[in-house]
């Protein structure tokens, strides 16, 4: 296919893809998003591609290899169309099988299907899995069904014809209009308008003009940007095309993050196929309207996620913010008003165009409009991304979706919001999420990094953990942040080493306050809110470092004591085998030998837990 | 690193001075440091004073000043990871390869990294050697993962802890 130069061209294309593809053939689709990758799938797809290679049956079966479908945690992921047939942790010498077997003979496998944690009940398709059942997957849900690097696929479930209403039925004014309407937030953490934000840059006083994606997801504990950009990258260009027409920009830029290759390329081709489709160059569609985007790798900063440190990266500068007396929509790269949106809303813009904004105000609560992907990670069951609507509860998204804690544990809390975030705790778990209600309680929505906690988790060594990620992560330009960070980093680790005193909790309140309230952007601005957040719902456990020297999560590791109990030892040896400082000492037990339980050298003992690890009689006893 | 190799690099971005960090990632990705030579010769083509290359070279994380090992190893030390034992990850690879992160084996084989989220939560700990995943790792996983990237396949440590 050559140029398309009318709606109507794009149209006739469209139809043509449909025609091509009979909704019932069956279609085999590999997961290959990051979570899978790290689980083996690339062997899966080429097994099955060698099968295929050798079937010569005749009538056709498609193979697809997709972007990220969310549920990481059962990766490898084959789902089977039309009826979506789920098998999880596929192995690549299950392709055969599942070929014969399910394409073939219609037969399901049943040792590769889901199984019902409390029923234990075998669940045969991807919708009757509880996992995506309270899932509302509008943004991310076409992942599955999509070939990122084939622009036919994004064009079959109807893509960019958001971007022709939008070029041809609307115009500038009312695109913003319809956004501000749908009261779409920034998905990025801020929460602001995104319509408002539109409509200052837009009456900007300025001929040049830019638009830029905010992919430089450095939360940790988050990936939703990354997935949305290398699963369905059309759907972020198709916002940023709708958002540059509205705004009057011409020229884009995509500011991916270091550590996103896979995202770098797939944003990169679909560029390419918009371009040779003129859906994106000089003349959009016909429609007169010329815009362009560009690629840009960050450096690996996490700062540079700020609005202006990300602009002056682009510009080929360090990546350090700036005051924001004016904003960048008035005066930010080059100097020229530059409207920066996250991947996450970029991609909410097409769906809010083509169904309505009456549509999507429907979904969510009273301030925060629409859905939400969430990385829900750490100790739950079900680890993965998954989208919900604004409004859900907690407890919704931790039991029912994720399926609860592993290992019978109790939860303790969820960290969201990443370094700017805080921690909710069990008594919280009620709570609705939005934006309003997640600052409400000291924490915030942050890009959507979603960290469940539990007993075995340590709140004094979080909060540490967090001040250590924002002391690196500072960029060093303002003192209060620079200094707060690195000696609230200190004090924390004094706790964490059984040298704290209570008067080290007002200490880091007060050093809290000033790094907050004097440094310039949000890295500073919010870095506190973990450590404060932490001793305002688990101040015992502070005091427990402080006044009893005790790590109850059994986490700190200078606190902690291994033994090794006599009664329970098998006399395997496997402790002493990997003890690194030789600290274990006792005697194997064989045919001939009796043997001597084993029992660490506490002197020569380095807490690495290593024994702890190997046991596999639970005979390590850990204080 | 050739001086016509770095022109090339520098011209397929139009040799504008906003794409610095691109021309540096290029040559970071192609030698896996920065070489001096590179961007002393860098600053010439651009009018880019050393200074601010350097400046540049040492704010991101991506880039190095040290050659680098053949290998790299990056631990992931994102939250998810670390509620899952991360820094226990870490303290693992110090001990058997005798390094600390942002070193290199003497032999210049391994290079230990940590990241502060490879974006792999869900199969948490990662460690990513070479760009090639490894999820859900522990401690005791570490010795048998570093030995398919040992050159001689045998039990050779450099570690201070061997146990040969």
């Not at chain 1, 920034?186 to 994606?213: M, S």
């Not at chain 1, 600290?583 to 290593?610: L, Y």
């Not at chain 2, 090339?8 to 691109?22: C, H, P, R």
Request: glycine share 12%; proline share 4%.
């Amino acid at each position: 296919m050559g140029r398309i130069s009318t709606p109507q061209e794009l149209e006739r294309f469209r139809d043509e893809i449909l025609k091509g593809r009979d909704p019932n053939q069956p279609c085999i689709t590999v997961c290959t998003g990051t979570g899978c990758h790290a689980s083996g799938c690339h062997q899966v797809v080429d097994a099955f591609k060698k099968v295929l290679q050798n079937y010569s049956g005749g009538n056709g079966i498609n193979f697809r290899v997709t972007g990220c479908h969310g549920f990481c945690e059962r990766g490898p992921l084959v789902v089977i169309h039309p009826k979506k047939i789920l098998y999880q942790r596929v192995k690549p010498e299950d392709a055969s099988t599942i070929f014969e077997e399910t394409l073939l003979k219609g037969k399901i496998l049943e040792p590769l299907l889901y199984e019902h944690p409390t029923t234990g009940m075998k669940i045969t398709h991807e919708e009757e899995v509880p996992f995506y059942q309270k899932q509302m997957r509008i943004i991310f849900g076409n992942n599955g069904n999509i070939d990122p690097a084939q622009i036919e696929d994004y064009l079959a479930v109807g893509g960019y014809r958001a971007l022709c209403k939008a070029l041809f039925s609307m115009t500038p004014e009312k695109i913003i209009r319809e956004v501000k309407k749908a009261n779409l937030r920034g998905r990025g953490g801020g929460g602001f308008p995104a319509g408002v934000k539109w409509e200052t840059c837009k009456n900007a006083p300025d001929d040049i003009k830019y638009v830029i994606c905010n992919a430089d997801e450095g939360d940790p504990g988050a990936y939703m940007d990354r997935s949305l950009l290398e699963g369905n990258p059309h759907s972020v260009l198709e916002g940023m095309i709708i958002g540059a027409y509205a705004i009057g920009a011409h020229e884009g830029y995509v500011y991916v993050r270091n550590e996103y290759p896979l995202a770098v390329v797939n944003i990169g081709i679909a560029i390419e196929q918009a371009k040779e489709l003129g859906l994106l160059g000089e003349n959009i569609l016909g429609s007169g309207f010329d815009f362009d985007i560009k690629i840009s790798r960050g450096g690996g900063a996490f700062v540079c996620g700020e609005s202006t440190a990300l602009m002056a990266s682009l510009e080929g500068n360090v990546g350090e913010p700036r005051a924001k007396h004016i904003h960048t929509v008035i005066s930010g790269l080059w100097d020229h008003p530059s409207n920066l949106n996250n991947v996450e809303t970029w991609a909410n813009v097409p769906v809010i165009i083509d169904r309505g904004a009456d549509w999507y105000t429907q979904i969510g609560t009273e301030g925060s409009k629409g859905t939400k992907i969430f990385s829900l990670v750490g100790k739950v069951n079900n680890t993965g991304l998954v989208e919900v609507p604004m409004g859900i509860t907690l407890r919704e998204i931790v039991y029912d979706i994720g399926g609860g804690i592993p290992g019978g544990k109790k939860f303790k809390a969820v960290q969201t919001g990443g370094p700017s975030g805080g921690c909710i705790p069990d008594s919280l778990i009620d709570l609705p999420v939005d934006f309003d209600r997640l600052t409400e309680v000291g924490s915030m929505m942050g890009s959507g990094g979603m960290i469940v906690m539990d007993e075995s988790t340590c709140m004094v060594d979080l909060a540490k953990y967090f001040m250590n990620f924002l002391k690196d992560e500072s960029c060093g330009k303002c003192t209060s942040c620079r200094e707060g960070t690195k000696r609230m980093h200190e004090i924390l680790t004094e706790i964490a080493e059984g040298r704290g005193t209570m008067d080290h909790l007002d200490l880091l309140e007060e050093l809290g306050w000033v790094t907050a309230e004097a440094s310039l952007c949000a890295l500073g601005g919010t870095a506190p809110n973990p450590v404060l957040s932490t001793i305002r719902y688990f101040r015992e456990e502070y005091q427990e470092h402080i006044i009893n020297k005790r790590c109850p999560a059994k986490v700190c590791r200078a606190l902690l004591q291994y033994r090794i109990l006599s009664d329970v030892c098998t006399m395997c040896g496997r402790c002493a085998k990997v003890c690194p400082e030789k600290a274990i000492t006792g005697k194997r037990k064989t045919k001939k030998e009796a043997g001597e339980p084993f029992q660490i050298n506490t002197g020569k003992c380095i807490k690495c837990g290593m024994c702890f690890e190997a046991c596999k009689f639970e005979a390590v006893e850990v204080q | 690193m050739e001086s016509s190799e770095i022109d090339k690099i520098i011209n397929q971005y139009g040799g504008k001075e906003s794409v610095i960090l691109a021309i540096l990632q290029d040559i970071q990705a192609k030698e896996k440091y920065l070489p001096k030579e590179a961007l002393e010769h860098i600053g010439e083509q651009l009018h880019i004073p050393l200074s601010k290359i350097y400046r540049i070279a040492t704010f991101f994380r991506a880039f190095s000043l040290m050659p680098r090992g053949r290998h790299e190893i990056v631990v992931c030390l994102g939250t998810a990871c670390h509620v899952r034992g991360g820094q226990r990850i870490i303290d693992q690879f110090t001990m058997e390869l005798g390094i600390r992160s942002g070193e290199t084996t003497p032999d210049r084989n391994f290079t230990l990294e940590t990241v502060n989220c490879l974006g792999v939560c869900a199969a948490g700990p990662v460690v990513a050697i070479d760009g090639q995943y490894f999820g859900k790792m522990s401690p005791i996983k570490v010795e048998e993962t570093i030995k398919k990237f040992r050159q001689d396949k045998s039990d050779k440590k450099e570690g201070l802890n061997g146990k040969n």
